[in-house]
């Protein structure tokens, strides 16, 4: 069975400091990995996908995620973080089946600090 | 991006109402699906459907039911609402591997 894991619930960071959520996944077969924000009382937003080739990728909002098959991560990380990133991320895993299902961590709430 | 619309945004109501939570989207996805979502929690998926006519209990156990008709529409409809299904619900849509989000209904039911 898939599952994904957000291992911090909370995170709070300062203005303009760097930024890294982990996220850990649990998948039969290739993954394809999805970084989603939530603002308050709003639905989800797509930040990144990785489905193949560079490991490295780069989403909105100057935010980039690193897959690591051998540590099964998909880490999200921004350099310089803005008051406005507080929000609910969510990491997300599916892969190629017919329902493009997929399986949500359970979520990491970002506060800013000024 | 997909463009997927949730109507009403919020909504309060009596116990033991009915109501529709209305969601459409644009992009000519088949497939659409309907999260359960409470405040600051994890998604649970409710509802699911792979094209016209098509419609699948997701997860979670819900008391709500779905219908496809048409492509781009996707309601969810609680026959009797009750206190316990106050919740936000957010619909979603899919043309490839990535989904969509609408942007909620957050149900109130006193």
């Known amino acids: 069975a898939q599952s994904v894991t957000q291992p911090d619930i909370h995170i709070t960071v300062s203005e303009g400091a760097s930024l890294e959520l982990r996220c850990n996944y649990s998948y039969g077969a290739t993954p394809y990995l999805f970084w989603y924000v939530q603002s308050p009382g709003q639905g989800l937003q797509l930040l990144l996908k990785?489905?193949?080739?560079?490991?490295l990728v780069q989403g909105i909002k100057g935010f980039e995620a690193e897959f690591k098959r051998s540590q099964s991560s998909f880490n999200l990380r921004k350099p310089s973080v803005h008051w406005s990133d507080a929000a609910e991320y969510f990491c997300?895993?599916?892969?190629?089946?017919?329902?493009?299902?997929?399986?949500f961590g359970g979520g990491t709430r970002l506060m800013v600090k000024p | 991006e997909a463009d997927i619309y949730q109507t009403p945004r919020y909504l309060v109501i009596g116990t033991g109402k009915k109501i529709t939570l209305e969601c459409s989207q644009t992009?000519?996805?088949?497939?659409m699906y309907w999260y359960q979502q409470d405040p600051g929690m994890e998604l649970h998926l409710i509802h699911y459907?792979?094209?016209?006519?098509?419609?699948e209990k997701g997860d979670l156990s819900s008391e709500s039911t779905v219908s496809r008709i048409r492509t781009e529409h996707f309601p969810l409809t609680l026959e009797s609402a009750r206190p316990s299904h106050t919740s936000q619900y957010l619909c979603?849509?899919?043309?490839?591997?990535?989904?969509?989000f609408g942007p909620g209904t957050r149900l109130t039911v006193t």
């Open positions: 990785y489905f193949s080739g560079d490991t």
């Open positions: 992009m000519g996805h088949d497939k």
């Open positions: 997300a895993v599916g892969g190629n089946n017919a329902g493009n299902m997929l399986t």
């Open positions: 459907s792979y094209g016209v006519n098509s419609t």
């Open positions: 979603a849509s899919s043309g490839f591997h990535e989904q969509y």
